[in-house]
């Protein structure tokens, strides 16, 4: 049965949704309302990013533009658990998801460059949207400390998409050497799947689990 792109995420919605934001009397916008605010804009964010990628092509056949759909639905619902108490449990699984994304970007035969700029696609989409209808519409103050988080863990992942794509590349050339027979598109697209279920079911069990303990949960809000 095929697989889209929200199979990639947890059934479970509502990590973070156990109480409304009260914005008043708070002087600048605090980690957990960011992340309530990011998660409602997962399906858009999910869908414009998807919309940018199409127009540029996606893979290289069905197999390989599902695959690409697939990590495009993880990425962005991955995206906001790296504002709050999930953090430390989620960034390195946000991390590997990223090189998986840069490493089927070279297997689409993008250039290093060209996976980046995907990456920074979504960083426009986010940074754009935050602007345009913030949390609280503008009322609370963004805080900067969380701004600069946000733009952090984008990093990452544009970091860490062009290390996936080193080492595809390298890797690759080593095949071509060697006479080794080169992965189909098909292949690449069961092995990418394989790996996301992987990635999929750890940040399952880190939202079943809740949070990582008080300290976890202090440093959330």
């Given at each position: ?18 109480s409304a934001p009260k914005p008043y009397g708070h002087t600048r916008l605090g980690p957990m ?189």
């Open positions: 049965m095929p697989i889209t792109s929200s199979d990639t995420k947890p059934a479970s919605s509502n990590a973070f949704e156990s309302e960011l992340t309530r605010w990011l998660h409602q804009r997962v399906p858009d964010l999910e869908e414009l990013w998807l919309h940018e990628l199409r127009a540029r092509g996606l893979g290289q056949g069905p197999a390989i533009d599902r695959v690409v759909e697939m990590f495009v639905g993880q990425l962005v619902y991955m995206l906001p658990f790296l504002m709050g108490p999930y953090r430390d449990p989620i960034g390195p699984l946000w991390d590997r998801a990223s090189e998986l994304y840069g490493a089927i970007a070279a297997k689409r035969g993008l250039a290093a460059g060209e996976a980046i700029e995907e990456v920074h696609v979504l960083r426009e989409l986010v940074i754009r949207d935050l602007y345009r209808d913030p949390p609280h519409g503008g009322t609370v103050p963004l805080s900067l400390r969380e701004v600069l988080r946000l733009n952090r863990a984008l990093d990452r992942a544009v970091t860490h998409a062009s290390v996936g794509h080193t080492d595809a590349m390298f890797f690759e050339f080593f095949e071509a050497e060697g006479a080794t027979a080169l992965l189909t598109g098909d292949d690449v697209a069961v092995e990418a799947e394989a790996q996301l279920d992987v990635i999929r079911d750890a940040v399952c069990e880190v939202l079943r689990q809740g949070k990582t303990g008080p300290a976890a949960a202090r440093r959330g809000h």
